[in-house]
């Protein structure tokens, strides 16, 4: 992590920095930012919506996550819920913390930043266990979230307007240590 401090984030005031790091990690068009800009003010406002920052001495922001509680009654909640309810893991969506993102910048991935955040504010979570959702494919997210102890909950998730199928993983807290 060398000298990349994580705390807490006002993501309100910094969802512009916190977007720039998110379409170089993870890709996305100027559209998809406006679009994420709104979602992402919007979220901040839902009961239990908590950030946290990776940031440089110079006060550069390089990595972030957020999540909240989940609430059935969120859009991503809906989406998911026919899926976990058809296996009989529906449960998973109540007494859960989502983590709604996380990206890390890419000249600072493979440093631990990545594990620091989502542990860090998982570990700060009332709840049991958390669900996160991320592109069903062999990724550098999808190994760390199985070393943390996520496990696949569902596979192949539509979402309305997404290109690309999503697992959905769940795993109680706190998350494995290494
Ligand atoms: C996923 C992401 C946030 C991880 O952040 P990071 O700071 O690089 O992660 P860490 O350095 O903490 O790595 C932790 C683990 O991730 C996995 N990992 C990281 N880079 C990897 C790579 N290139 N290939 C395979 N696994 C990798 C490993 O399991 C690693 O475990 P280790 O600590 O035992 O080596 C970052 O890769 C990223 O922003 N990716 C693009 C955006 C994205 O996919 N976000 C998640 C959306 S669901």
């Not at 998809?32 to 919007?42: D, F, G, Q, S, T």
């Not at 996550?65 to 609430?71: E, L, Q, R, T």
């Not at 909640?77 to 989502?98: I, K, M, N, Q």
Request: net charge neutral; charged share 25%.
């Amino acid at each position: 992590m060398d000298d990349v401090a994580v705390g807490p984030l006002d993501l309100a005031a910094r969802v512009d920095d916190a977007l720039a790091v998110q379409a170089l990690a993870f890709g996305l068009t100027d559209d998809e930012i406006a679009v994420r800009r709104h979602i992402i003010l919007r979220h901040l406002d839902c009961r239990g919506a908590r950030a946290l920052g990776a940031t440089t001495p110079a006060g550069r922001l390089v990595g972030f996550v957020y999540g909240m509680p989940n609430d059935r009654a969120h859009w991503w909640s809906t989406v998911v819920e026919p899926y976990l309810r058809s296996a009989g893991l529906d449960h998973w969506l109540d007494d859960s913390f989502v983590i709604t993102e996380l990206h890390v910048h890419p000249a600072y991935q493979n440093r631990g930043i990545g594990r620091t955040l989502i542990t860090r504010i998982t570990d700060e979570a009332d709840e049991p266990r958390s669900i996160l959702s991320a592109i069903d494919t062999d990724s550098p997210a999808r190994s760390l979230y199985r070393s943390l102890g996520y496990v696949d909950i569902a596979r192949r998730v539509r979402f309305p307007s997404a290109p690309t199928p999503y697992a959905v993983m769940g795993a109680q807290l706190p998350l494995k240590r290494k």
